[in-house]
């Protein structure tokens, strides 16, 4: 059975950055980042696909945020730049064997991680 660990939350200021990592993917499993803030839903944050070969953001962090993964440690990345208040929720990571593309969104993955919080402070 697959387990997803998320680490590298934490506590920045705004402007700052975080790099998240999600171990345990497996080979050949499409990967996505999700992200909650309270009392709001889970929205779907980046997306890449099994090889790499494809990458899709939230229009809310596109060209703040990057993701990535490296197979040979069954890892997955999210780099956040230039973080905002606003970017400050419990962050998870999920994936899935099926591709099902964009939107991004949480029907469409069947494992997830516990979550690693993030909070920016202004």
């Known amino acids: 059975q697959i387990q997803l660990v998320e680490s590298g939350g934490g506590e920045v200021e705004e402007g700052g950055s975080l790099r998240l990592s999600c171990v345990g993917s497996?080979?050949?499993?499409?990967m996505a980042w999700f992200r909650q803030a309270p009392g709001k839903g889970r929205e779907g944050v980046a997306l890449?696909?099994?090889?790499?070969?494809?990458?899709d953001y939230a229009d809310s962090v596109k060209g703040r945020f990057t993701i990535s993964r490296d197979d040979k440690s069954n890892t997955a990345y999210l780099q956040m730049n230039s973080l905002r208040p606003e970017d400050t929720a419990m962050y998870y990571c999920?994936?899935?064997?099926?591709?099902?593309?964009?939107?991004?969104?949480?029907?469409?993955?069947?494992?997830w991680g516990q979550g690693t919080q993030v909070t920016v402070s202004s």
């Open positions: 497996g080979f050949g499993m499409h």
């Open positions: 999920a994936a899935d064997y099926t591709w099902r593309g964009p939107p991004i969104t949480s029907s469409k993955f069947r494992v």
């Open positions: 890449i696909s099994a090889y790499s070969e494809r990458t």
